[in-house]
């Protein structure tokens, strides 16, 4: 099984190695991500999310979710894992060439997450008993959606074919073949945005990159695994 902690703790040396470029994009990122966030933040006004509440989950999906904002340091940090020649010009060709593609992915993911979350509420508030225990089943699907999300805006940087429908595809297939480390990622990246929300600085300087790469990182760790069990097959 892929070791996340292993993950987690080379994305914090990616991130400390190349310091002063991953501080810029995410100053970047964070300036992208304010329309990101006022725009999720009135949708989930819309279906009567309180408006502290909407503008911390709009934050948090911000951070964790596929968006424009992040894709160029998901570019820059696709060539940093597989150790080749990094610039700063990285992120600004990833935001030119795959940023509508994310654009998409954003709204994709920003409408399907609103609906599950919409479902789970519905069926937690029903007065029928056998229609709250359905609501369990919803839960779970939402946290799977959530694990999918981590893994988006890499498969666009690493797949040749950019299409909608592979990227949710190969998400799913990641999710769930690796369910035990993505949902260990996904803990630790959540308590990790909660926190840097909650402390502006690391929010400002940091976070983004830092989850980018993490979820980089996981992306071609499983790859590799993939191209190792093939190989092994085919020898």
Do not use: C
């Not at 914090?12 to 970047?28: A, S, W």
């Not at 949708?43 to 909407?54: M, T, Y």
């Not at 597989?82 to 940023?99: A, C, N, Q, Y």
């Not at 959530?146 to 909608?164: A, I, R």
């Amino acid at each position: 099984m892929v070791n996340p902690f292993g993950i987690i703790w080379r994305a914090v040396v990616d991130v400390y190695g190349e310091l002063f470029p991953m501080v810029g994009m995410n100053l970047l990122w964070l300036l992208l991500s304010i329309p990101i966030v006022a725009v999720l933040t009135l949708l989930l006004a819309l279906v009567r999310v309180p408006p502290e509440i909407a503008f911390l989950l709009a934050m948090l999906f911000a951070v964790l979710a596929p968006s424009p904002a992040s894709i160029g340091i998901h570019n820059y940090a696709n060539q940093l894992v597989k150790e080749e020649r990094v610039e700063f010009d990285l992120f600004w060709s990833g935001l030119k060439t795959l940023g509508l593609r994310s654009l998409g992915l954003l709204a994709i993911s920003a409408v399907v997450t609103i609906l599950l979350g919409v479902n789970l509420a519905f069926y937690l508030n029903s007065s029928v008993r056998l229609l709250q225990f359905v609501a369990i089943l919803w839960f779970y699907v939402l946290i799977l959606w959530f694990t999918m999300l981590l893994y988006m805006n890499p498969l666009l940087v690493e797949q040749h074919t950019k299409s909608y429908r592979l990227i949710l595809r190969n998400a799913f297939v990641l999710a769930i073949d690796n369910i035990i480390p993505s949902l260990l990622l996904l803990i630790v990246l959540v308590v990790v945005s909660v926190v840097s929300i909650g402390v502006t600085l690391l929010v400002a300087l940091v976070s983004g990159a830092l989850v980018a790469d993490v979820q980089t990182r996981a992306v071609l760790t499983y790859l590799e695994k993939y191209e190792a069990r093939t190989a092994k097959q085919s020898s």
